[in-house]
């Protein structure tokens, strides 16, 4: 009964206010109108910018993510790794035993979600026109080492907006 009680508790708050800027519009226009806005603001505008905030800084929801964890090895791409949907790909023993090889036939990765993280690798051998090893359109990079890539712009690595490169090599 306790729920029910906040929902009607909280339906009759806002039917009494709407109910005293729909008076006090009636009286005075510009001061029920500015009410009215200032009410749309702090009931709707600003616990929705919270409501933001948290789904993207909170901790326990940025582990609850899309996680993929790369064994150690050498994995030879045959075409670009895209990162999408704010995935992040953690090589489990670091970069020198975890490397993305783009055979000097591909680039190596393209990452376009500013919540795509890149964590381990050594990236090499890539070829492309943007980024030979790394076109970072958004997301981060961290702890990856560079090398031996070919690009036209930036030959190991390309950021655009939205882009990270961290203790990278």
């Known amino acids: 009964w306790l729920f029910f009680y906040g929902i009607a ?7 009494v206010c709407v109910g005293i800027l729909f008076f006090i519009a009636d009286r005075y226009f510009f001061l029920g109108t500015l009410l009215a806005a200032w009410a749309i603001v702090a009931w709707g505008v600003i616990p929705f910018g919270r409501l933001v905030q948290y789904l993207l800084t909170h901790p326990e929801l940025d582990r609850a993510r899309a996680r993929v964890l790369v064994s150690n090895g050498v994995y030879r791409l045959a075409a670009t790794l895209t990162l999408t949907n704010g995935i992040r790909i953690e090589s489990v023993a670091g970069p ?10 591909t680039g190596c990765v393209y990452s376009s979600n500013s919540s795509n993280i890149l964590d381990g690798f050594t990236i090499r051998r890539g070829l492309a026109t943007n980024g030979g ?37």
């Open 9 to 15: 508790s909280s339906l009759f708050r806002v039917f």
């Open 96 to 105: 020198d035993v975890t490397t993305l090889d783009g055979l000097n036939a």
């Open 133 to 169: 090893g790394l076109l970072l359109r958004g997301g981060t990079a961290r702890n990856c080492i560079l090398t031996g890539n070919t690009a036209t712009n930036g030959g190991g690595v390309y950021l655009s907006s939205n882009a990270v490169l961290s203790s990278c090599l």
